[in-house]
């Protein structure tokens, strides 16, 4: 089957595990192919943050969990390992024209800003930058250091788009589910896909 688009989401250690699963969940209901990369760190907060237990051992158990979580299609989502070097996001021959980082801890957004590519995530930030391609970074730590702050100034100038999980009220959210939302659909918008979730500034919500 033919997907819509072809997203690579990573989930890194930084709180604020919700916006990433939220965002992945949205992504499978919209008909994207999603390459999705769990960091160690972030499988720890997601156990500590959400009721979801993720299998150990990663790869090809996180997707057939995963698949089966959110119901998506065959060939529809992809689970890479960090160490997986020949999966299509590590080259600039076969990635996405996408990528979305969400959320981004602080020691993600100093490797991409400096090159690091230690792992596939890192990797797949470079290619997306080298190759010019969209690069949403999703950064939720408070308050931001003269370090962050630098990092992020620095990666907005190489072509990526700092989007920080700063949630708006005016909304008026009932619940946490609609905060984790706004910042989902603002993602969504930067994405150029559509979004219900959240009506715009001076729409009325039907």
Same mark, same amino acid.
């Given at each position: 089957?033919?997907? /819509?688009?072809?997203?690579?989401?990573?989930?890194?250690?930084? !709180?604020?595990? /919700?916006?990433?699963?939220?965002?992945?969940?949205?992504?499978?209901?919209?008909?994207?192919?999603?390459?999705?990369?769990?960091?160690?760190?972030?499988?720890?907060?997601?156990?500590?943050?959400?009721?979801?237990?993720? @299998?150990? /051992? =990663?790869?090809?158990?996180?997707?057939?969990?995963?698949?089966?979580?959110?119901?998506?299609?065959?060939?529809?989502?992809?689970?890479? !390992?960090?160490?997986?070097?020949?999966? @299509?996001?590590?080259?600039?021959?076969?990635?996405?024209? =996408?990528?979305?980082?969400?959320?981004?801890?602080?020691?993600?957004?100093?490797?991409?800003?400096?090159?690091? =590519?230690?792992?596939?995530?890192?990797?797949?930030?470079?290619?997306?930058?080298?190759?010019?391609?969209?690069?949403?970074?999703?950064?939720?730590?408070?308050?931001? !250091?003269?370090?962050?702050? /630098?990092?992020?100034?620095?990666?907005?100038?190489?072509?990526?788009?700092?989007? @920080?999980?700063?949630?708006?009220?005016?909304?008026?959210?009932? =619940?946490?589910?609609?905060?984790?939302?706004?910042?989902?659909?603002?993602?969504?918008?930067?994405?150029?896909? @559509?979004?219900?979730?959240?009506?715009?500034?001076?729409?009325?919500?039907?």
């Amino acid at each position: 089957m033919s997907h /819509q688009k072809t997203i690579t989401l990573a989930i890194t250690g930084a !709180s604020g595990a /919700q916006y990433g699963l939220r965002l992945l969940q949205t992504l499978l209901v919209l008909d994207c192919r999603v390459y999705l990369l769990i960091s160690q760190a972030a499988e720890v907060v997601i156990a500590t943050e959400t009721d979801l237990v993720l @299998p150990q /051992q =990663s790869g090809r158990e996180q997707e057939q969990f995963l698949c089966d979580h959110f119901s998506a299609r065959p060939g529809q989502l992809k689970v890479f !390992s960090e160490k997986d070097w020949m999966a @299509p996001v590590a080259s600039g021959s076969s990635s996405p024209h =996408s990528m979305v980082i969400c959320p981004a801890s602080g020691g993600t957004l100093s490797a991409i800003a400096t090159g690091a =590519s230690n792992n596939l995530i890192e990797r797949a930030a470079d290619v997306a930058l080298k190759e010019r391609r969209q690069l949403i970074l999703v950064p939720r730590e408070t308050p931001y !250091s003269e370090i962050h702050l /630098q990092n992020m100034l620095n990666l907005t100038r190489m072509g990526a788009v700092i989007l @920080p999980a700063s949630p708006g009220f005016y909304h008026r959210p009932q =619940s946490i589910d609609e905060l984790v939302d706004f910042v989902v659909a603002r993602i969504l918008d930067q994405l150029h896909l @559509p979004q219900t979730a959240v009506p715009r500034w001076g729409e009325t919500e039907e």
